[in-house]
């Protein structure tokens, strides 16, 4: 990951060293915008955030757009919190704002993700194990490959491969429709039995719902063992120096795969709003957010720990 530049380090090393006294943020840092990108993995840790921030005394507000439409709104101050960098598949995405300083990576918030093409697992059962195997495949997947929303950086590197003829992959389409609109056909083929190549991920609970199996070789697109990804939290750099308590919350978050399939699940199993499924998991799970608050302070200066855990009801 490319280094913050040291004047960021330092502010934000000062913000993470600042006492309670010295960590009380402004007024003005009580709006909060965080980047929704619409995948519900990035809704559910946003929906978090935001119950925590707001029993804190914040008023987060959730923003949806577009991966580099968040990028461009943190340069100009329309966004002030990305929680779904996925890396290394943002990287391009992302590289243009570290190198003129509008953006500042706090740090991950979670660890042992994937993101990469996978396969239902009978299709896999049949030889379809790879990358390389995909055009041997293509009368069967009617030469189509399921992405999700238009601009979507895993259907640009779908969409580089194709146009590169990648794997023998020239003559294929990319199918972008959105998360819910690519897992709908998926199961639809499921269903049937039938042959098709999706753009998948962990966490998300199509894990559990269907036998998938990841496909090998994509090393160079989607990153070494199966697409292994970290999500970094992401913040306007002006954030750091101007909102130190907020910032010191931030960089504390962190995440693992069971919190946010759960949330996940209730969101698309359940039907539950993010925000809903945030408030249920913060209920059943009190302590677990407790490292996330050390040092934190409400909005008014109170100590953030017993403010959040009241607001859960314990």
């Not at 990358?131 to 640009?156: C, K, M, Q, T, V």
């Not at 719902?209 to 970094?232: K, N, Q, S």
């Amino acid at each position: 990951m490319p280094s913050t530049p040291p004047t960021l380090r330092l502010a934000l090393a000062l913000a993470l060293a600042a006492g309670p006294a010295l960590a009380t943020d402004p007024e003005s840092c009580r709006e909060v915008r965080f980047a929704d990108i619409g995948w519900t993995d990035i809704q559910a840790t946003t929906a978090l955030a935001s119950e925590v921030l707001t029993a804190l005394g914040y008023a987060p507000e959730a923003v949806f757009v577009s991966i580099p439409i968040a990028y461009a709104s943190m340069r100009d101050g329309g966004i002030d919190v990305f929680l779904g960098d996925w890396q290394p598949s943002l990287a391009a995405d992302r590289q243009p704002y570290l190198d003129d300083g509008a953006v500042t990576v706090l740090g991950p918030n979670l660890e042992g993700a994937k993101y990469t093409l996978a396969v239902p697992g009978y299709l896999a059962a049949e030889g379809l194990q790879s990358f390389a195997d995909i055009a041997r495949f293509a009368d069967a997947l009617e030469r189509r490959i399921y992405g999700i929303e238009p601009g979507n950086d895993g259907n640009r590197l779908i969409q580089s491969m194709i146009d590169g003829d990648a794997f023998g992959l020239g003559g294929f389409t990319l199918v972008e429709s959105s998360e819910q609109g690519m897992l709908s056909q998926f199961e639809r083929h499921v269903a049937r039995q039938e042959p098709a190549v999706i753009l998948a991920w962990a966490p998300h609970p199509m894990n559990a719902r269907f036998d998938i199996t990841y496909l090998a070789g994509g090393d160079d697109w989607f990153g070494p063992d199966y697409g292994a990804a970290t999500v970094h939290t992401d913040v306007r750099s002006g954030l750091v120096a101007a909102c130190p308590n907020l910032v010191r919350l931030l960089t504390q978050l962190r995440f693992d795969l069971d919190l946010e399939n759960a949330i996940m699940g209730r969101i698309l199993d359940a039907g539950e709003t993010p925000q809903a499924a945030a408030q249920a998991w913060l209920a059943a799970n009190p302590d677990a957010v407790r490292p996330w608050l050390e040092g934190v302070r409400t909005l008014d200066g109170r100590e953030g720990t017993a403010a959040v855990l009241a607001a859960a009801g314990q």
